[in-house]
């Protein structure tokens, strides 16, 4: 089993930044590919980006691509995503998954991930 704790959200002001954290323990060794999803009041559970546990793939959905970065750190076992310039309706609750497989440009499925964190809220006013 890997257990995923998101930390780093928060109420920000339209046009700021934040950076939200992911910490996998556990049975780290079978995670290949980490994603961030999103999900909104009444909404369906959004991909936002993904990255493989020990290379150097990501993969962004077009909506935050040259806003938000995706990054990791092997050695304090977290993997970050940094917003920049967020917007009143990227308000959501923002949730880490980890899946064992290679899933490659499929990481914007959230049915392909094996486990999940609780989320963190981030509010973005206008």
């Known amino acids: 089993q ?5 930390s780093g959200g928060g109420l920000v002001q339209a046009g700021d930044s934040l950076r939200l954290s ?6 780290t060794f079978s995670i290949y590919t980490m994603g961030w999803f999103r999900q909104a ?12 546990w020990r290379g150097s793939w990501t993969y962004y959905a077009d909506f935050v691509k040259g806003r938000f970065t995706i990054s990791r750190d092997n050695a304090k076992n977290t993997v970050y995503l ?3 310039s967020l917007k009143p309706e990227e308000t959501a609750v923002y949730y880490c998954a980890a899946a064992r497989d290679d899933i490659d440009n499929y990481s914007y499925l959230p ?3 094996d486990y ?3 989320g963190t809220q981030v509010t973005v006013s206008s």
């Open 2 to 6: 890997v257990q995923l704790v998101e």
């Open 22 to 27: 992911c910490a996998p323990s556990g049975r």
């Open 41 to 52: 009041p009444g909404k369906e559970r959004e991909f936002v980006a993904a990255i493989t």
């Open 82 to 84: 940094q917003m920049n």
């Open 111 to 113: 049915g392909l991930y």
């Open 116 to 118: 999940w964190g609780q």
